[in-house]
């Protein structure tokens, strides 16, 4: 007797333990998994009803069905429905506005989204999730058009922009050019109002511009800015190295310089300095001098540059340097600069105010303040002996902010005056007349200011 009760009590606990295991099994296996499917759309929340909505679905025991409705205030209309014989884990769905979309008046609609999963949970009905999307509708093109701008652009130089540029729901705004640059673009006087100075530089062939605004629901607007295009022949110098350069300066710079350690031949550390170096330093500079601000700016009225006086310009802005030894071209470069030479150590005075957002020494350039004046215009002062202003300096006008040297890639004491715009070296030149500045600058700005009081 008390041995067959023991035999059934074994026999429950057996199906007991069985009960665990398969409750266990169930609750853990992937057939019965509880969670909802995973439902994410891919677009932000404007709709152009051009652009398809991307919507992802996706569970880990498969999606079973899933039904796309859109619903209006008074309608509600079913995009899409599927399901699966064969569960797939990952679906993705293009969905196109139905066409009663193009004439409903509704600025706002949501998109439903609901999902069924392949799981057995439930009493084998599966997890079921519904997920809702607002959506603005947005059809309209931003208004784009030019207010006005400076009549020509040289080879070289800059010009100045001021668009209107309007949308409810406005995203991106910039000038793309035939090179891969874009220019940024600051507000500029009155809402929807906007201002850039944009460059040729000097060693695309081209120029070409245009203005671009796109908007939340990716409608583009697109228009050409026609410029009167000056073209320009920059010098092109032969320079014969000579050991006594690369012996002095050159053996001089190399020791200085992370990219020439070990290397001993001359002509190679020339090269290295020449090409690598100079990479280097120069996109340091474009880096720094790339940034504009997105305050509304109200006026812009830039004296006339002059950063050293009674200079003589002792080399000119774009020579294309091409340099041979013994007779063979080993290397070239441009030279993106003006240099101008006075008295050895002679106090530099910048003209126009603005904060120093460099002062460093930077390989080639030597010691080398970058002043910012606004508007992505920047000046910089290479090879000084000395600099007077740090890094988040405002400086005023005539400040006496450097003096002339030879540190960095220089054989005599001289100023090389950059001026960038939006990271593009131009010619200091034009800044340097006030006729150019007030032809191309001023006057574009006083006229657009008209303009605009007018509309
Ligand atoms: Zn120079």
């Not at 709709?47 to 999606?63: A, H, Q, Y």
Request: charged share 25%; glycine share 6%.
């Amino acid at each position: 007797m008390s041995r067959k009760k023991g035999n059934s009590s074994l026999g429950i606990l057996v199906v007991f333990g069985l009960i665990i295991a398969g409750a266990i099994y169930l609750y853990t296996s992937e057939m019965f998994e509880r969670d909802t499917p995973e439902i994410t759309l891919k677009n932000n929340g404007y709709w152009n009803l051009k652009k398809p909505l991307n919507i992802e679905i996706s569970d880990l025991s498969g999606i079973k069905s899933y039904r796309i409705t859109m619903k209006t205030k008074s309608d509600e209309k079913s995009l899409a429905y599927e399901e699966f014989l064969t569960p797939n884990s990952t679906i993705n769905t293009e969905i196109k506005p139905p066409r009663s979309a193009y004439v409903m008046k509704d600025k706002k609609i949501k998109i439903i989204v609901e999902a069924i999963d392949a799981s057995k949970w439930n009493f084998l009905s599966g997890n079921r999730i519904v997920k809702e999307f607002e959506f603005i509708i947005d059809k309209k093109r931003p208004q784009l058009s030019s207010v006005s701008h400076s009549y020509k652009i040289t080879k070289g130089g800059s010009a100045l922009i001021i668009l209107k540029a309007k949308d409810d729901n406005l995203d991106t705004l910039y000038i793309e050019t035939n090179f891969k640059k874009r220019f940024k673009l600051q507000p500029f006087y009155k809402d929807g109002y906007y201002i850039a100075l944009v460059a040729w530089p000097i060693i695309e062939k081209n120029f070409k511009a245009t203005m671009i605004a796109i908007d939340k629901a990716g409608n583009k607007s697109k228009s050409y800015i026609p410029f009167y295009l000056k073209d320009k022949a920059y010098r092109v110098s032969n320079i014969k190295l000579s050991d006594r350069f690369l012996k002095g300066k050159i053996a001089d710079l190399a020791e200085d310089f992370v990219e020439t350690q070990g290397i001993t031949d001359s002509l190679e550390q020339f090269v290295i300095i020449n090409e690598d170096v100079r990479a280097k330093n120069e996109e340091l500079i474009h880096q720094i001098t790339s940034k504009v601000s997105d305050e509304m700016i109200s006026d812009f009225n830039p004296n006339k540059m002059y950063p050293l006086k009674n200079a003589q310009v002792v080399a000119s802005f774009g020579d294309h340097r091409k340099y041979s030894y013994d007779g063979t071209r080993i290397s070239e470069s441009y030279h993106l600069g003006l240099d101008l030479a006075s008295n050895a150590m002679a106090s530099i005075k910048p003209q126009n105010s603005g904060d120093i957002v460099y002062s460093d020494y930077n390989g080639l350039y030597g010691n080398m303040p970058i002043i910012d004046h606004g508007l992505g215009l920047y000046t910089l002062y290479g090879h000084c002996s000395s600099v007077n202003v740090n890094r988040g300096d405002f400086v005023n006008a005539k400040s006496d902010i450097a003096n002339t040297g030879k540190s960095g890639y220089a054989m005599g004491d001289h100023l090389h005056f950059g001026v960038l715009v939006q990271g593009v070296e131009v010619r200091p030149q034009e800044w340097m007349d006030k006729t150019w500045i007030k032809l191309n600058i001023t006057k574009i700005i006083k006229s657009a200011k008209k303009i605009i009081d007018r509309d």
